[in-house]
């Protein structure tokens, strides 16, 4: 079982900056696969970006194309956290955002932190 906390979200202005950070309980961090998804009101919730775990052969990022050259994910395996550094942010970013863990090669493992909110307002 692996527990996540997320923390950093918060308000600010439209072309402002946030980073979200996701701390992951135990000491298995590095196997799996993290991922930032996001939720606005009134919509189904959509990936937003990717950062691979140690144990896979091809260890990349990825990232979706609305956030694509605005966000970076990266992760600190020393600290079991992983970040979401949000730049240019836009009133289109407001959402709830939420960190997500899964073992790339047992997708039962899957778990889910409870969410942080972003609100990108003037």
């Known amino acids: 079982q692996v527990q996540l906390i997320e923390s950093g979200g918060g308000l600010v202005q439209p072309g402002g900056s946030l980073r979200l950070s996701c701390t992951a309980s135990?000491?298995?961090?590095?196997?799996?696969?993290m991922r930032w998804y996001r939720q606005a009101p009134g919509k189904q919730r959509e990936w937003v970006a990717y950062i691979a775990s140690d144990i896979v052969t091809i260890r990349n990022t990825n990232y979706s194309d609305s956030v694509k050259g605005r966000f970076a994910i990266f992760r600190d395996n020393a600290k079991n956290t992983v970040y979401l550094q949000m730049d240019g942010l836009k009133p289109e970013d407001t959402a709830v955002y939420y960190c997500n863990a899964r073992h790339p090669y047992n997708v039962s493992h899957n778990y889910w932190g409870q969410g942080t909110q972003v609100t990108v307002s003037s």
């Open positions: 135990g000491s298995l961090f590095t196997i799996y696969d």
